[in-house]
């Protein structure tokens, strides 16, 4: 599939489950990275209203550059995007062991502002984080250039903002996206075709990176379970 016949492809989807759903409409997180500027964009092209919201929590300034670059370029090609900042900083002082709740509390904003505006929130994932080493963001380079995101933001280095600017993905990891693509793709190749591979020490230990962080993060990745009762209760 072409890379224009796969934007239309997902704007498609996009659109006929937005309106499936019943909802008016798309909110998402914009970081300043390439996912979410990549999904805002298919999200704005389907012409129902994007609610984007920016949501720094002690970011670093590049971030911040980033983030407001691409919403200002979204706002001035897109007549139904619309977006709203909201710093979470002072709340996210009051947790303890604080990193991981940077995440945590984005969501629980993230839904809140859907639940009032009746929206669809539109995730940002990508099939190695999320079928693969539960990891969100990734470069998508084909497309992000045929939709005419920034430069600065395509060349980015990935980073969930945990961390500012100076921890990536892949320092986090210890791969990079593509060498777990590979991985990905090793493991889903035939047993005759692994077994005919020499590996090399590096590809061995992207390997353990893979199956490890894959599955600890597991229960991220399948579907919910839906207990389904065929039996009357009274």
Do not use: C
Not at 182 to 197: E, F, I, P, R
């Amino acid at each position: 599939m072409q890379t224009e016949e796969a934007i239309e492809y997902i704007i498609k989807w996009l659109k006929d489950y937005q309106e499936s759903s019943h909802t008016k409409g798309f909110t998402l997180g914009v970081s300043g990275g390439i996912n979410s500027a990549v999904v805002s964009t298919l999200s704005g092209r389907t012409g129902s209203p994007v609610f984007v919201i920016k949501m720094p929590i002690q970011q670093s300034t590049g971030e911040i550059q980033r983030s407001r670059t691409h919403i200002n370029w979204l706002k001035a090609n897109f007549f139904n995007a619309t977006d709203a900042v909201n710093d979470l900083t002072e709340v996210f002082k009051t947790f303890e062991k604080p990193v991981k709740k940077k995440s945590r509390l984005r969501i629980v904003n993230l839904y809140d502002f859907a639940s009032i505006k009746g929206y669809l929130v539109v995730g940002t994932g990508n099939k190695v984080e999320d079928v693969g080493v539960g990891f969100s963001i990734k470069y998508v380079r084909a497309v992000d250039a045929a939709l005419g995101v920034a430069q600065k933001i395509i060349k980015a280095s990935p980073t969930d903002g945990l961390f500012g600017d100076t921890k990536t993905d892949e320092e986090q990891i210890g791969a990079s996206y593509d060498d777990l693509k590979w991985a990905m793709n090793y493991l889903d190749s035939t047993n005759t075709k692994q077994g005919q591979m020499i590996l090399t020490d590096r590809q061995k230990q992207v390997l353990d990176i893979y199956t490890k962080r894959h599955a600890a993060n597991l229960y991220k990745m399948v579907e919910n379970s839906t207990l389904r009762i065929f039996f009357p209760l009274f």
